[in-house]
């Protein structure tokens, strides 16, 4: 399986950010080709204190080729554009990588 983990700063307006990623975002990422599973939450902490980032998105496919290709299908760039309508530059933080599952 292959992942994408996008981590969000906080913004300058959570509630416009959070209204834009439920209604416009999240249904366009959730259209990307061959996506196995899609996850984000609201970051917290146990304490009550501010988290370091303010939302965590995990995107899965099944394959390295799969996910570069999804990312440049249309649905993938039509995501990656929408980025700038609620993130400000330098706002997110993106890590890629091939999982491994341990065995328990």
């Known amino acids: 399986m292959y992942r994408m ?4 700063d906080h913004p300058a307006d959570p509630e ?12 366009l990422a ?6 196995r599973s899609f996850q984000w939450s609201v970051s917290e902490m146990p304490d009550g204190s501010r988290p370091p980032h303010f939302v965590v998105a995990v995107l899965d ?24 309508n609620f993130v400000a530059p330098g706002g997110l933080s ?8 341990f065995p328990l």
């Open 30 to 35: 959730s259209q990307t080709p061959g996506l």
């Open 94 to 101: 993106m890590s890629f990588s091939e999982v491994i599952t």
């Open 61 to 84: 496919w099944d394959s390295k080729d799969e996910a570069l290709a999804a990312l440049a299908s249309p649905a993938g760039q039509a995501g990656a554009e929408d980025i700038a």
């Open 5 to 8: 983990t996008v981590i969000y």
């Open 16 to 27: 416009k950010f959070l209204k834009h990623y439920r209604e416009v975002h999240a249904p």
